[in-house]
C-alpha cells in the first residue's frame, strides 16, 4: 500500500526519498509541471558530495484523487497553505492516518474538526533544502519526532518501523512537549537569522547577536512554562553550532522573495504573550521587521 505525501518542497521531497526504498510512494504537488518532472526523472537527493536517484517506487500526481488509496498520508506544506488541503483531507475515509508536519499550533483548532480518527503531529529536524522541483540537499540527519493527536499510534509505527536504521522516527506521548519545544528553537533562530541576515552559528558566536538571542529566549521561554529553561536554552545554543552554516529556513524564504511562516511562529508567540500579560516588546520589534521585509519584497 502506497504512503502519501503532500508537498512538493524540501521536506516534501526528502520523505518521499527516503520513504520510496522501503514502500511504493505517491507524492501530492501543486503543479503540474513539478509533477511531471518527478513522473520523469525520479527524485535526486544530494548531500554535498554524491547523489543518488530514485525512480521506481515514487509517482507524483498535482490532483488529489488518489489520497484514498494511501495507506497513511504525511502532510508536509507550510501552515499557511492547508486550508486549501484540510476540505479535500476531511473527506477521505476516516481511516487513513494523518501526519502533521507544520510549524507553530495556530492550525491545531481547525486539524481537530478533521472526523479522521487517527490524527498525529510531528516535527522534523533534518537540514534540507530544494534545489529544483525533483532535487533535494541533505544537510544533516536528524529526528523525526511524532505523538499523537487523535487515536492510536500504533498504527502508525507499524508502517515506519522499517525505516529506523537509516532514516529515524521517535514517538512521544505528549504532542505539546514536542509542539512547543520546536516552537520555541523556530521563534528564538529564524527571525532574527532572517532580519541580520545571518548564518544561524552567528547567533551564539557574534557577542550582540547572541545578546538578542537571548532577549527573544527571556520573553518566550515563559509561555511555556513546563518546558525546562535552561535544558532548552541549551538545545536552542547546540542547534545554532551544530547547524552553524546553514541559512534558516526563513532567511531561505527571504532571500527567495516567498511569503515567511513568521505568523504561525512568532506570531503565535504574541497572541499567547498578550493573553497571559507577559511583555514581548523585543519579540513584537522582530516580528515588525520580518512583516516589513516581506512587504518591501512585495508580500
Ligand atoms: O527552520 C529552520 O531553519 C530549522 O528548523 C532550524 C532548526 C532553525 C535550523 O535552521
Redesign the pocket.
Known amino acids: 500500500m502506497t504512503i502519501g505525501i503532500i508537498g512538493g518542497g524540501a521536506t516534501g521531497l526528502l520523505f518521499s526519498w527516503y520513504l520510496s526504498k522501503q514502500n511504493p510512494l505517491k507524492i501530492f504537488v501543486r503543479s503540474y509541471e513539478q509533477a511531471e518532472k518527478i513522473n520523469e526523472k525520479g527524485i535526486t537527493l544530494y548531500n554535498g558530495k554524491e547523489s543518488w536517484t530514485s525512480t521506481d517506487n515514487i509517482t507524483a500526481s498535482s490532483s488529489y484523487r488518489e489520497l484514498e488509496n494511501c495507506r497513511v498520508i504525511l502532510i508536509m506544506v507550510k501552515q499557511y497553505h492547508l486550508s486549501g488541503i484540510l476540505p479535500i483531507l476531511s473527506k477521505l475515509p476516516t481511516n487513513i492516518p494523518l501526519v502533521f508536519f507544520q510549524?507553530g499550533l495556530g492550525h491545531l483548532g481547525e486539524v481537530k474538526e478533521l472526523p479522521n480518527e487517527n490524527i498525529f503531529l510531528g516535527t522534523?529536524?533534518h537540514?534540507c533544502q530544494r534545489l529544483d522541483p525533483c532535487t533535494v540537499r541533505h544537510n544533516g540527519m536528524g529526528l523525526t519526532r511524532i505523538a499523537p493527536f487523535k487515536g492510536d499510534v500504533s498504527c502508525l509505527k507499524g508502517i515506519l518501523k522499517v525505516y529506523e536504521d537509516d532514516f529515524p522516527f521517535s514517538f512521544s506521548d505528549s504532542w505539546e512537549e514536542i509542539l512547543h519545544k520546536?516552537l520555541i528553537?523556530?521563534a528564538s533562530?529564524?527571525p532574527l537569522?532572517a532580519v541580520l541576515n545571518v548564518p544561524?552559528g552567528s547567533l551564539v558566536n557574534n557577542r550582540y547577536f547572541k545578546k538578542m538571542l537571548h532577549s527573544i529566549l527571556d520573553e518566550i521561554l515563559p509561555l511555556f512554562p513546563e518546558v525546562d529553561e535552561k535544558e532548552m536554552i541549551q538545545n536552542v545554543v547546540g542547534?545554532c553550532e551544530s547547524?552553524k552554516e546553514?541559512?534558516?529556513?526563513?532567511?531561505?524564504d527571504i532571500e527567495a522573495g516567498r511569503k515567511t511562516e513568521i505568523d504561525a511562529i512568532m506570531g503565535y508567540c504574541l497572541m499567547k504573550g498578550e493573553s497571559l500579560g507577559h511583555p514581548m516588546a523585543f519579540s513584537r520589534l522582530v516580528y515588525e521587521m520580518v512583516k516589513g521585509k516581506e512587504v518591501e519584497q512585495g508580500g
Request: hydrophobic content about 30%; aromatic content about 0%.
Open positions: 510549524n522534523i529536524e537540514g520546536k528553537v523556530n533562530i529564524n537569522t544561524n542547534i547547524t546553514n541559512r534558516s529556513s526563513m532567511l531561505k
